[in-house]
């Protein structure tokens, strides 16, 4: 029986595979973020749910040293750029994923 993976959640740059699931990981925050604020608008609890992928993603980056300042910057950082998808256009979902990943190694390299 032949698998049916959609093309969407495969790699989606030739980037090493740590790299690939940084991506993959920020793209369903962004996904999973940008989902829950639509239910909320709609009038939704969606309080209970929280996918809680910013503690891996900030792991895998380097940003070992989760203190409240960093959360204070990550969490308005990742909303901002959850308003910006669009939940049907799964390229311009990537793009946005790569430039999250972008700012946690800026923010990485200035935390040296």
Known sequence: MKS????????FYKLS??????LFLIKKE???TKFTRELDRLGFDTGVYCSDLGVVIMSL?????????LWGWFIPMM????????????????????????ELRTKLKSMQ
């Open 61 to 69: 980056v380097g940003l070992t040293g989760r203190t409240d300042e």
């Open 79 to 102: 909303d901002s750029y959850a308003e910006k998808v669009d939940l049907w256009d799964h390229g311009t979902t990537q793009e946005l994923a790569l430039d999250v990943y972008l």
């Open 30 to 32: 962004l996904q999973g």
């Open 4 to 11: 049916n993976i959609e093309a969407v959640d495969l790699p």
């Open 17 to 22: 595979d740590s790299q690939d699931l940084i």
